[in-house]
């Protein structure tokens, strides 16, 4: 056998034109991070609905108020989608993920700590924000492997896990 043919490391050396010469190793951690993003997205949706019980008596206002949380995210999230799908085509998938992230980050901290509601309300709006960037660019990162069917299994797990947990606290 001449050296040529002998096989220098992994199998599956590159994943696309974004990220050339990436490994196995790599490869996993990008699917790591990208399957948190697509996790955080609609996790971050739902849990605003299970603490809002919560939100409306540290806040003193009504369900009223309080709904603009869920409704706010989820306009800006659903509105945003389209564009930052452009954004990925535009500048990486890679780059909308990991900038969605990195924000999704600062502003969950921010939203933590809002004194009030309307601070808390303008925080949702960037984490929507900030979402609408991950996810999008996550699904098309891995869109025609087989790793895109843990998306689907991931993004439902985000929706739904919060209830679960939450119905078993008061049991």
């Not at 990195?102 to 924000?129: K, N």
């Not at 900030?130 to 439902?156: D, E, M, Q, Y």
């Amino acid at each position: 056998m001449t050296p040529e043919a002998e096989p220098t490391g992994p199998v599956r050396q590159e994943v696309d034109s974004e990220t050339p010469g990436l490994t196995l190793r790599g490869e996993r951690l990008i699917l790591l991070t990208v399957m948190l993003g697509v996790f955080l997205a609609p996790l971050n949706s739902t849990m605003i609905a299970v603490a809002l019980p919560d939100i409306m008596l540290d806040f003193d206002v009504g369900i009223s108020s309080a709904g603009w949380l869920i409704t706010a995210y989820l306009i800006a999230m659903a509105s945003l989608q389209p564009l930052a799908g452009e954004l990925g085509d535009s500048f990486g998938h890679r780059t909308m993920v990991l900038s969605g992230l990195s924000i999704f980050g600062l502003v969950s901290i921010g939203a933590a700590l809002a004194p009030s509601l309307t601070v808390l309300l303008v925080f949702r709006v960037l984490q929507a924000v900030s979402a609408a960037l991950i996810v999008p660019s996550g699904c098309s990162t891995w869109n025609t492997t087989p790793a895109f069917g843990l998306f689907a299994k991931t993004s439902t797990h985000g929706s739904c896990i919060l209830f679960v947990i939450k119905s078993r606290a008061k049991y």
